[in-house]
């Protein structure tokens, strides 16, 4: 990754920060929606410690929280080692995010309410009050974004322009993410 970014200019890096990157982090994690959850698979897991989870919240410092049920692989990997990482994809070319962190599990009733969704009654049977029921947080404690300056339209308006003109129009826009 390194050689990539060694060769792109300069004013189309920007590395972030404390509350700089928890705002990218909520932007983009709000448009992604889901992501794939990577937990350092068990012994005998058939999962590959990798899955798809929707995301239900990103607070203000940028940690994101789901919901999971007690009895499934990714709770008992996330007990054996908490280091989890998270890929994000919120279109077909923009809003790339990987980010590494430290996920914790509760059984927080007041977080559980406040991020329920009538939709997660397909996972949990018995509704909000299932008691399977148990609440992810993931703290970022770093990573890396790919994304588009000026949004989707304007990038592939450069994208069309510069196929036209036989030059590079690049909207992008990169870098590391430090909450």
């Not at 999962?47 to 709770?75: Q, Y």
């Not at 989890?84 to 996920?103: I, M, N, P, Y």
């Not at 510069?162 to 590391?176: P, W, Y």
């Amino acid at each position: 990754m390194d050689s990539i970014n060694r060769n792109q200019p300069e004013h189309n890096r920007e590395d972030l920060a404390g509350t700089d990157a928890a705002a990218r982090i909520r932007e983009m994690t709000k448009d992604a929606e889901s992501c794939f959850f990577c937990t350092t698979p068990m012994a005998g897991s058939d999962t590959g410690g990798t899955r798809p989870m929707a995301i239900e919240e990103a607070d203000e410092a940028g940690a994101l929280w789901f919901l999971s049920a007690s009895d499934s692989h990714k709770n008992a990997e996330i007990e054996a080692d908490p280091a989890v990482r998270l890929f994000f994809q919120a279109s077909k070319h923009s809003g790339f995010l990987a980010l590494e962190g430290h996920a914790t599990i509760s059984r927080d009733r007041q977080r559980i309410e406040e991020l329920w969704n009538p939709i997660m009654k397909t996972w949990f049977t018995e509704g909000k009050d299932d008691p399977r029921i148990t609440v992810i947080q993931v703290r970022p404690t770093g990573g890396y974004y790919w994304d588009n300056k000026h949004g989707d339209f304007v990038a592939a308006s450069k994208m069309v322009v510069g196929a036209a003109i036989g030059k590079t129009l690049d909207d992008s826009i990169e870098g590391r993410v430090s909450p």
